[in-house]
């Protein structure tokens, strides 16, 4: 639900520029709320609605018929192109995140009740148990067959509407379609320019009132995925304990990061790393930015500290109601 406010939020913004959409698709996929709003025609829209439904088949999880779904349960599964395609990117990406991303957590995330929604807190010694069938590195992917250790289940929750987004942009190329905004539930593809020349501007959920934005980055060609610890959470013995695991400790993670959102040309990076660095928190996302560059990341503390690469300090524009303390990442300090 939290999510489904803050997609409309982003909405209302965008169609703040006075600008009504050629098509436009809404729909709930991926466990979120979608909305697609591109300047080409319905079948346009209808296409990409299409495809990210498919992916949604593929990826799932929670479907035993589902490429993931079948490997969770056999342990062994033959996959289409798409989902050894994520599952290879996303191998790629656990690594080079240190395992920051970890797409084999599931089985911890559904521990804590994130999945069923039955939240609880669980012992030391199940989350040592299960902490023995998860780690990304003993996922093995020869061509497109997929191998796990017994009792690992995968997750492409992290990755799956980041990579949903890059298809989607992928169909509005082949069907010459150069403008849209497509906000799949905190992953926002912002396709060309609007009309007029200008950039998109996409809002960024304040996590204290969904219902609200702090500021909003202009951009252009650019995919924008935000994770933050509002999105799912529940609260026990007074502690609040949100839906991104630490893969370290198998516990939700708990370093002072409220959201991360990430810009980059490519849907699948934004939404792996916007998990991974609220994972990392701000020492270990600044050393990877810095040693990597290829994105731009604003993160939010709990401190009220606004984190920014220099980058995305240019694209960013803060809400004038909101007084976040701004700290300015560049590459040399
Ligand atoms: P996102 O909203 O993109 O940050 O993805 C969060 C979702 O990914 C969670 O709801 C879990 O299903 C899964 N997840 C949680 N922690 C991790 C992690 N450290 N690595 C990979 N997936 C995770
Ligand atoms: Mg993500």
Redesign the pocket.
């Known amino acids: 639900m939290k999510k489904f406010i803050c997609v409309l939020l982003c909405l209302v913004f965008l169609s703040g520029c006075g600008y009504s959409s050629a098509a436009s698709e809404s729909f709930e996929c991926m466990d979120t709320f979608m909305k697609i709003d591109i300047y080409g025609s319905a079948d346009d829209a209808a296409d990409i609605r299409a495809e990210i439904e498919r992916l949604n088949g593929l990826f799932s999880a929670q479907d035993e018929s589902s490429d993931i779904g079948r490997l969770n349960k056999n342990g062994t599964a033959d996959l289409s192109d798409e989902t050894a395609d994520l599952l290879s990117q996303s191998l790629e990406l656990c690594g080079e995140t240190g395992g ?4 084999s ?2 089985p911890i ?1 559904e521990a804590w009740g ?1 999945i069923d929604r039955n939240y609880r807190v669980p012992g030391e010694s199940e989350l040592n148990t299960l902490l023995q069938s998860t780690g990304y590195n003993k996922i093995e992917l020869s061509g497109k067959t997929a191998k796990t250790d017994s009792g690992m289940k995968l ?1 492409l ?3 799956a ?1 980041g990579y949903a987004a890059d298809k989607a942009v992928e169909i509005m190329n082949e069907n010459g379609v150069t403008s849209g905004i497509l906000n799949l539930g ?1 992953t926002v593809a912002a396709v060309g320019e609007k009309p007029n020349g200008e950039k998109w501007r996409v809002g960024i959920c304040d996590p204290e009132n969904t219902a609200a934005y702090f500021g909003s980055v202009s951009v252009s060609g650019r995919i924008v ?1 935000t ?1 933050g610890s509002y ?2 959470y529940f609260e026990s013995g007074g502690k609040r304990y949100c ?5 370290k400790t198998g516990c939700p993670t708990d370093n002072g990061t409220v959201s991360v959102t990430v810009i980059s040309e490519s849907g699948t990076r934004s ?1 792996a790393l ?3 660095l ?2 990392m928190g701000i020492d270990g996302a600044k050393k990877y930015w810095r040693s990597h560059r290829d994105f731009e990341f604003i993160l939010l503390d709990d401190k009220n500290n606004l984190w920014l690469t220099d980058g995305a300090e240019a694209s960013f524009k803060m809400n004038k109601d909101y007084d976040y303390n701004l700290k300015v990442i560049t590459a040399s300090d």
């Open positions: 920051a991303l970890d797409i957590v599931y995330v994130f997750d929750g992290a990755v509407k905190g995925a994770s999105e799912r839906h991104i695991i630490d893969p939404d916007s998990t991974a609220f994972v």
